[in-house]
């Protein structure tokens, strides 16, 4: 273990008065007091901000508010505007059906109407016995050159066969059904 230097401590001893430690007690305790001073006023001013950062959260969240408020009415305006078309489509949906099953429509055909449909029934008619006559002729000058589908007659009997047995087919399939 070391010894403590017994010399500078004696020294001090000799030097020591009660005035001199007062005066060194009373520095040190302004120096701490100026010291707790300054940290005093450094927390005042912190206080000072965090006042200031409060009032303002205190506003934003006031505006928040609002907005939430003014958000959940415009939500509520557009589930009343839905309802409402919703409504607005069914009862149009409905004034229609009514309008389809109460309207009657009475028409009359007269006879000069008659007249005028028998007169282009005729036009048409004549027009499909011209594209006949065309097409008859078309074929008549295709069968005298040899051009075309054949079938010969044993190939027509088999089809003619197996139509009519088809037919008889369908038609016992049709009264069994029953």
């Not at 028409?107 to 011209?130: D, F, R």
């Not at 088809?166 to 069994?176: D, E, G, M, R, Y």
Request: proline share 1%; aromatic share 4%.
């Amino acid at each position: 273990m070391k010894q403590p230097d017994t010399a500078a401590l004696r020294e001090r001893l000799a030097n020591y008065t009660p005035e001199d430690e007062l005066k060194e007690n009373k520095q040190e305790l302004e120096g701490l007091l100026q010291e707790v001073n300054c940290q005093l006023t450094r927390l005042r001013n912190l206080l000072g901000e965090i006042n200031t950062l409060k009032e303002e959260l205190h506003g934003i969240h006031g505006s928040l508010k609002y907005t939430v408020q003014r958000e959940r009415t415009a939500f509520n305006a557009l589930v009343a505007a839905k309802d409402s078309a919703d409504n607005i489509v069914d009862g149009i949906s409905r004034a229609v059906v009514k309008a389809e099953q109460n309207t009657v429509i009475r028409a009359t055909v007269n006879t000069e109407e008659l007249a005028k449909v028998h007169q282009c029934t005729a036009q048409h008619i004549k027009a499909e016995k011209e594209l006949l006559e065309k097409h008859s002729s078309k074929m008549a000058k295709r069968l005298q050159s040899n051009e075309g589908i054949w079938l010969s007659d044993r190939w027509v009997r088999i089809w003619i066969i197996t139509q009519v047995i088809f037919c008889v087919a369908v038609s016992l399939w049709a009264i069994l059904d029953r």
